[in-house]
């Protein structure tokens, strides 16, 4: 069955360097999509990217993070300086067109930044 | 904008049992999607079952089942005969057809444990 893949399965990273999060998206999927979900709290969107563009960001989506697809199959985000409170499990998701639209979950990459 | 509220933070289920994992939801959008998600202690967001704002019957994948009351704002998730493997969060999620990024607003989430 075709999944969601993220690498790594966790980051440990100084506070003030770059990560890159990577996602492996649903092969005939259109639409790519970032979460998080800081220890014991809610799953909250960061960003939805289609067609080659962000369709839609949250508040917390600054412009430290960026998301890229820098070719037919990987989905990066990145964090230009990782402050203590990037500290989360960040998951990427996949839905392929819109209606019903169901997102497939990868399995999240932990980040910790110390 | 959605609002989604889990109140039952943690429930006990006895093997075999049926449980059900309550969901509210508040949205200004006419029409909406609802969805549950399990996820186990390791960590991965498995989704589980979709209910559309407009679908006439109640959603059902094997033995899970949404009990979608419309005019109360609720889409309680019931699953059927527990399983040990049914211990995880379980979190209720929406979607309004109105956004162009498909964004699911998360409630809190329930942490479901099945004792054999």
């Known amino acids: 069955e075709p999944e969601v893949t993220q690498t790594p399965s966790h980051q440990v990273t100084q506070m003030g360097q770059e990560v890159i999060l990577r996602c492996v998206p649903i092969s005939n999927h259109l639409y790519f999509y970032w979460y998080r979900q800081i220890l014991g709290q809610k799953v909250e969107f960061l960003v939805s990217f289609y067609n080659n563009e962000i369709s839609e960001k949250s508040e917390i989506f600054d412009d430290q993070f960026s998301v890229e697809r820098p070719d037919g199959s990987n989905f990066t985000l990145k964090i230009r300086s990782t402050k203590l409170e990037d500290s989360a499990m960040y998951f990427c998701?996949?839905?392929?067109?819109?209606?019903?639209?169901?997102?497939?979950f990868g399995a999240g990459t932990r980040l910790s930044v110390l | 904008a959605q609002k989604i509220t889990q109140t039952q933070p943690g429930m006990f289920v006895q093997e075999k049992e049926a449980v059900t994992l309550d969901c509210t939801y508040d949205?200004?959008?006419?029409?909406?999607?609802l969805f549950w998600y399990k996820q186990p202690s390791s960590g991965e967001m498995i989704f589980l079952i979709y209910q559309g704002s407009y679908d006439q019957q109640n959603a059902t994948e094997g033995r899970y089942s949404l009990n979608f009351q419309k005019a109360r704002k609720s889409a309680n998730l019931v699953i059927s005969a527990s399983q040990l493997g049914d211990s995880a969060m379980y979190f209720c999620a929406m979607r309004g057809y109105n956004n162009a990024g498909n964004m699911l607003t998360f409630g809190g989430g329930t942490r479901l444990m099945v004792k054999p």
């Open positions: 949205t200004s959008d006419p029409s909406y999607g």
């Open positions: 998701a996949s839905s392929v067109r819109q209606g019903k639209n169901i997102q497939y």
